[in-house]
């Protein structure tokens, strides 16, 4: 980092300014979705009570299961290793 870069960092700081410039407010749905984005990019995975909700998201869990993108494990849901070459683009599916 550039020296002058650092200095301005450091006085917006003593200035009491945030590195944060803007936030957004989710909606509850938006919310739900951005879980389920973290959790496919993780050896966490996802509870994969949220795939039960409706028919057309378990059929998309179906497909991936078949794919070998997913893995269940216990009560959640996993990304495999080919899943996480495309765990990305995996929560886009779900979105209507």
Do not use: C
């Not at 070998?68 to 995996?90: F, K, S």
């Amino acid at each position: 980092m550039e020296p002058s870069v650092r200095r301005d960092l450091l006085q917006e700081h003593r200035d009491g300014l945030g590195a944060v410039e803007g936030s957004e407010v989710l909606t509850p749905d938006q919310l739900e979705l951005e879980s389920v984005y973290f959790g496919l990019r993780s050896f966490v995975g996802v509870d994969l009570s949220r795939f039960r909700k409706n028919a057309r998201v378990g059929q998309i869990l179906e497909r991936w299961l078949r794919s070998g993108l997913v893995a269940i494990r216990g009560e959640r849901v996993v990304p495999t290793r080919q899943g996480y070459l495309v765990a990305d683009h995996l929560p886009i599916e779900l979105v209507d």
